[in-house]
């Protein structure tokens, strides 16, 4: 069952499975912003994100729960919200010669700026330790990860609001062929699909880190971070396909926010202690890279450049080279 074959085989077998529903994906909850005026932002902050993100949940539920691997969980978490940023730099190579930062709505700042706070949050509690006072075995900072995603989602929708009528001069009609009650059913159905196939990514990267060597610390942050980070890689890259990169900004930002979240949900469930506080300190690196690639994001979506120097925006680059840094510094860290 271990073979490299079989392994690698199951691997392309489920990243097949969510190219082909992650397309899908992205053209039937683009149907749905058409249809209900919601708004692509709205969309993949909420539907898409959601869906994306089930992986981690699942992944961190089972590594606390089932396994006591409290550093699995929250690698898995903090790496993906890396992967999510650098996934900007991608879709800025495929927004042609403007930036991906000038092609979306300035709104995104909103949510970015509270992935920045979160990640603060989730620095500033690793680099606590035990020194805060607890709830039980609650640590006091991890429940505001839902409460901030609460307020995030709420002023954020009361902001998309004020964009309905734009919106939907800008994309009438472009589903006429497609009734609300279809785009919904295959919305939900190719959400199985991701999350079947997304579930079972963690495991087969597992796998992958023992044929390949690789600890499995180091595969937590990155490798299974990665693994889970696919729905998103796929889903956005299909959304910028059909123009709408609003959606699949929307989708990453939103799932680092629901992802973070995640660790309220985490906490509660890891009985033996607070969280953040009993992981490696190594996770300040995937905490703090995820900081700065999304305040860089911020800058580029401020700024709005209108034109590239390069086939990549200054800003895209940047994202990617800490993402290169971070995970360097984080084998490092681990290799000693």
Not at 13 to 29: M, N, V
Not at 231 to 260: H, Q, Y
Request: charged residues 15%; negative net charge; glycine residues 8%.
């Amino acid at each position: 069952m271990d073979s490299p074959v079989f392994v690698f085989s199951a691997f392309f077998a489920c990243a097949l499975a969510i190219f082909l529903a992650g397309t899908q994906l992205s053209k039937y909850g683009d149907a749905i912003a058409e249809k209900t005026g919601m708004g692509r932002t709205w969309i993949g902050l909420v539907l898409l994100a959601t869906v994306t993100s089930l992986p981690e949940l699942i992944t961190g539920t089972s590594s606390v729960v089932l396994h006591d691997l409290p550093d699995i969980a929250v690698g898995a978490i903090l790496g993906s919200c890396m992967c999510n940023i650098v996934i900007i730099a991608i879709l800025d190579v495929m927004s042609g010669p403007k930036p991906v930062s000038h092609q979306v709505h300035e709104g995104h700042v909103l949510s970015a700026g509270f992935g920045q706070l979160m990640l603060g949050l989730a620095c500033l509690d690793i680099v606590a330790e035990q020194r805060l006072p607890t709830i039980g075995w609650i640590e006091p900072l991890s429940p505001l990860f839902i409460l901030l995603y609460i307020l995030a989602m709420k002023l954020i929708y009361q902001h998309e609001k004020k964009r309905v009528n734009e919106f939907m001069e800008t994309i009438e009609a472009q589903y006429r062929d497609v009734s609300l009650k279809k785009a919904v059913t295959m919305f939900i159905l190719n959400s199985l699909v991701v999350v079947a196939a997304g579930v079972f990514l963690p495991d087969i990267g597992d796998r992958m880190s023992s044929i390949t060597g690789l600890g499995n610390t180091f595969v937590g942050s990155v490798l299974i971070a990665i693994s889970t980070s696919l729905p998103e890689i796929v889903v956005c890259i299909s959304a910028a396909k059909i123009g709408a990169f609003d959606m699949a900004v929307g989708n990453l930002l939103g799932s680092n926010l629901f992802n973070l979240a995640i660790l309220s949900l985490d906490d509660a469930l890891y009985l033996k202690g607070p969280l953040l506080e009993v992981i490696s300190p190594t996770h300040l690196v995937g905490a703090l890279c995820g900081l700065i690639m999304t305040s860089i994001a911020i800058i580029g979506l401020s700024y709005r450049a209108e034109k590239k120097a390069t086939f990549i925006a200054w800003d895209a680059l940047g994202i990617a080279f800490i993402y290169v840094v971070g995970t360097i510094i984080l084998y490092m860290m681990i290799g000693k």
